[in-house]
C-alpha cells in the first residue's frame, strides 16, 4: 500500500511538472498558427495586388439606381481565390449585395485562415469568423447629410480638414487637397462597387516609405463574428468590422499648424489593446488576446509583434504608406527605421 501511494505521489509530481509544461506548448503552436495565418493573408494581398495592379478596396458598398448604398463584400471576400478558397468564392453573386439571398453562403462559411486561434471570441459554431483586419490609416469615407460624397472622416464621424484651411467636405474642389492627404495616411479603403462615387486604392508599388515599415493587416478579435447579429461576419465591409484605424491625430479635426499632435495616434481608445474587452465592433482597433501588443504584416509580408506601448508618432508613420509626401506641412511625420519599433 505504501509503494502505491509513492508511485501515486510520484505520478502526481510528474503531472503537475508536465501539464504546465504541456499548456504553454499549446499556447506557442497557437501563437505560430496565428503569425502563419497573418504571413498567408499577407501573400494573397501581394497576389492580388499583382494581378490587379492595386490591393482590394477595405469594403465595398453597393448602390442602387437611386444610389443608396447596401453592403457588398469586404476585402477578406474578394481575397478568397488567393488563399485557396476560388470554390467559396464561386458560389457567390457579386452583381448584387450582401443581403441579397443568392449570397446567404457567406452569412455562415467559415475560413480557417481568417481566425486566430488565440482569438477567444470566435464563434463555437465556427461560422462567419474573422480576426484580422487591413490599414485603413486616419479614416473612411461616407455621404454626408450636405449631400458631399466621399467624405473623409475620422471613426468618430468627424469630418477631416486634412490641410488645415478651415473648409472640410463643403463639396468645394477645395477640398481634394483634403482627399489627397486622406489617400496619403491610410493603405485600403471604402469603395463603391457598381459606380465611381468612390474609386480610391493603392498598389504596392504606390508605398513609398517602404513596404517593410508599412503596415498591411493584423489582428482585431472585435472584428467578424457578432453572437448578437446573424448577418455579420468576415464579409462586411463596415469599416468599424473590416478595417483597423489609428486615432486622429489632429484636434478638432483640424490639422493646420499646432493643431497635430502624432501621440494621439496610440492613446485612449485608439490605444492598441484598448478594445480587447468592449462589444463586438465597435473598437477598429489593433486588438488581441497575446499579453503586451499585436502580430503585425507588413507590405512586405513578413510579420513582428508590435508593442501596445509602441509610440505614437512612430506608430502613424508606420500606417501611412506615403509619409514621406506629407513633408513640409503641418502633418509632417517622423523618419522611421527597424530600430525605433
Known amino acids: 500500500m505504501i509503494e502505491l501511494i509513492v508511485v501515486m505521489g510520484l505520478i502526481a509530481m510528474l503531472a ?23 504571413r498567408n493573408i499577407a501573400f494573397g494581398l501581394t497576389q492580388f495586388d499583382q494581378s490587379h495592379n492595386r490591393l482590394p478596396a477595405s469594403g465595398n458598398y453597393w448602390h442602387n439606381e437611386k444610389l443608396n448604398s447596401r453592403r457588398h463584400v469586404s476585402w477578406a471576400v474578394t481575397l478568397l481565390p488567393y488563399i485557396g478558397e476560388q470554390t467559396l468564392f464561386d458560389h457567390l453573386d457579386l452583381s448584387l449585395p450582401l443581403d441579397d439571398p443568392a449570397n446567404e453562403a457567406l452569412t455562415e462559411a467559415y475560413v480557417p485562415i481568417y481566425v486566430c486561434p488565440v482569438d477567444l471570441s470566435r464563434s463555437k459554431e465556427r461560422t462567419r469568423d474573422l480576426s484580422y483586419v487591413v ?36 463639396g468645394d474642389p477645395a477640398d481634394d487637397e483634403d482627399r489627397k492627404r486622406f489617400k496619403m495616411m491610410g493603405l485600403f479603403f471604402l469603395e463603391t462597387w457598381n459606380t465611381d462615387i468612390t474609386k480610391r486604392h493603392h498598389s504596392i508599388a504606390d508605398i513609398k516609405d517602404g513596404t517593410s515599415q508599412t503596415f498591411m493587416v493584423t489582428e482585431n478579435v472585435r472584428a467578424g463574428f457578432d453572437p448578437n447579429d446573424a448577418s455579420v461576419g468576415f464579409a462586411d465591409p463596415t469599416p468599424y468590422r473590416s478595417s483597423f484605424f489609428i486615432g486622429n491625430p489632429c484636434l478638432s479635426a ?14 485612449g481608445d485608439f490605444r492598441i489593446n484598448s478594445g480587447v474587452g468592449e462589444a463586438e465592433g465597435s473598437s477598429p482597433v489593433p486588438n488581441s488576446f497575446h499579453e503586451g501588443g499585436v502580430y503585425m504584416a507588413y507590405a512586405d509580408g513578413h510579420v513582428t509583434f508590435l508593442s501596445e506601448s509602441i509610440d505614437g508618432a512612430v506608430y502613424a508613420a508606420m500606417a501611412s504608406p506615403q509619409g514621406l509626401m506629407l513633408a513640409d506641412s503641418p502633418l509632417e511625420q517622423v523618419i522611421v527605421s527597424g530600430e525605433e519599433l
Not at 503537475?16 to 497573418?38: D, E, S, Y
Not at 454626408?144 to 484651411?165: A, E, H, Q, S, Y
Not at 483640424?254 to 492613446?267: F, K, L, S
Open 16 to 38: 503537475a511538472l508536465t501539464l504546465p509544461a504541456v499548456g504553454k506548448a499549446r499556447q506557442a503552436a497557437r501563437r505560430t498558427q496565428c503569425i502563419n495565418n497573418l
Open 254 to 267: 483640424t490639422c493646420r499648424d499646432g493643431n497635430v499632435d502624432y501621440q494621439r495616434c496610440n492613446a
Open 135 to 170: 490599414n485603413a490609416g486616419v479614416g473612411f469615407t461616407t455621404r454626408l447629410r450636405n449631400g458631399v460624397r466621399d467624405c473623409p472622416i475620422d471613426t468618430r464621424w468627424t469630418p477631416l480638414d486634412l490641410d488645415g484651411d478651415g473648409s472640410a467636405c463643403s
